[in-house]
T-cell receptor
Framework: DTEVTQTPKHLVMGMTNKKSLKCEQH?????MYWYKQKAKKPPELMFV???????INESVPSRFSPECPNSSLLNLHLHALQPEDSALYLC?????????????FGPGTRLTVT | QKEVEQNSGPLSVPEGAIASLNCTYS??????FFWYRQYSGKSPELIMF????GDKEDGRFTAQLNKASQYVSLLIRDSQPSDSATYLC???????????????FGRGTQLTVWP
């Protein structure tokens, strides 16, 4: 089973709202990732968690705040977003964050900022 | 600069034909290579991965890797209309001298299989 789940599927939020995206995997993977994907572009890496510790932050603005409560869960807290942050937000997981392990994506959250 | 280039699309083939998707990469230290399929409005789905030079077959899909030429390809035999999607090539490269890997994606090739 290579299932990564994400909630919600769709989210519309105003620029002053605070919301959270959630991601869960039960494959025993120790690495989890957040990506952002705009239309007709490849996914862009935002954050990497390895063994529940933030390992890579791709200079993402502070209005995006990741959290890894345990090895199965990953959250992305959103605050004061801009319309240009509207995108498909993808969570992925892999057995390990070391080079060579395949990553499996969740279905994504389609975010619209109004 | 770590770059992954895919042949520009869109690629259009008739049903039953072989679709050939190509990808080149710039970092000679790359060790693992992945093909993702992404239907419109959906998330990327891992369909093949390859680590060693040569061919790897899985059903109608064959991945080919040539590290000397820094080239990886995906062949889809007996193409079906349901194969119509964007195919993303991804290369896993060590991040800035660490042991952590990260995926570098190509821009994707849009494939259309017409009946």
């Amino acid at each position: 089973d290579t299932e990564v789940t994400q909630t919600p599927k769709h989210l519309v939020m105003g620029m002053t709202n605070k919301k959270s995206l959630k991601c869960e995997q039960h494959m025993g993977h120790r690495a989890m990732y957040w990506y952002k994907q705009k239309a007709k572009k490849p996914p862009e890496l935002m954050f990497v968690y390895s063994y529940e510790k933030l390992s890579i932050n791709e200079s993402v603005p502070s209005r995006f705040s990741p959290e890894c409560p345990n090895s199965s869960l990953l959250n992305l807290h959103l605050h004061a977003l801009q319309p240009e942050d509207s995108a498909l937000y993808l969570c992925a997981s892999s057995q390990d964050a070391l080079q060579g392990y395949e990553q499996y994506f969740g279905p994504g959250t389609r975010l619209t900022v109004t | 600069q770590k770059e992954v280039e895919q042949n520009s699309g869109p690629l259009s083939v008739p049903e039953g034909a072989i679709a050939s998707l190509n990808c080149t990469y710039s970092d000679r230290g790359s060790q693992s290579f992945f093909w993702y399929r992404q239907y419109s409005g959906k998330s990327p789905e891992l369909i093949m991965f390859i680590y060693s030079n040569g061919d790897k077959e899985d059903g109608r899909f064959t991945a080919q890797l040539n590290k000397a030429s820094q080239y990886v390809s995906l062949l889809i035999r007996d193409s079906q209309p349901s194969d119509s999607a964007t195919y993303l090539c991804a290369v896993n490269i060590n991040d800035r001298g660490s042991t952590l890997g990260r995926l570098y994606f190509g821009r994707g090739t849009q494939l259309t299989v017409w009946p």
